[in-house]
């Protein structure tokens, strides 16, 4: 079979045209399909999502966790704005 990075639609693209364009690299593909066919099951591709949402655990992070770093991100923020702010005063 071909590998491709996710995300990559131009490889994506590549590789089935290479599966289109070579016979025997498409039928040693198909040759193969046994052997991953179990992994590519939408049971066991679902398998973690799934487990995720009978656990009832959120997703995101409990706010006191995104708290600290909100404040730094806002106060860097605030620090580089002022210091720009205090450049075009002196500028000016």
């Known amino acids: 079979?071909?590998?491709?990075e996710p995300g990559d639609a131009s490889g994506f693209a590549n590789a089935i045209?290479?599966?289109?364009?070579?016979?025997?690299?498409?039928q040693s593909a198909?040759?193969?399909m046994p052997a991953v066919k179990a992994d590519l099951s939408w049971e066991r591709v679902l398998e973690p999502?799934?487990?995720?949402?009978?656990?009832g655990r959120g997703i995101a992070a409990p706010k006191r966790a995104r708290l600290v770093p909100l404040l730094r991100r806002t106060g860097a923020y605030l620090l580089a704005h002022s210091w720009q702010q205090a450049v075009t005063r002196?500028?000016?």
């Open 49 to 55: 999502l799934v487990e995720r949402c009978r656990s």
């Open 17 to 26: 045209l290479r599966l289109l364009d070579d016979d025997a690299l498409y």
């Open 1 to 4: 079979g071909l590998v491709v």
């Open 30 to 32: 198909r040759c193969n």
């Open 90 to 92: 002196e500028r000016t």
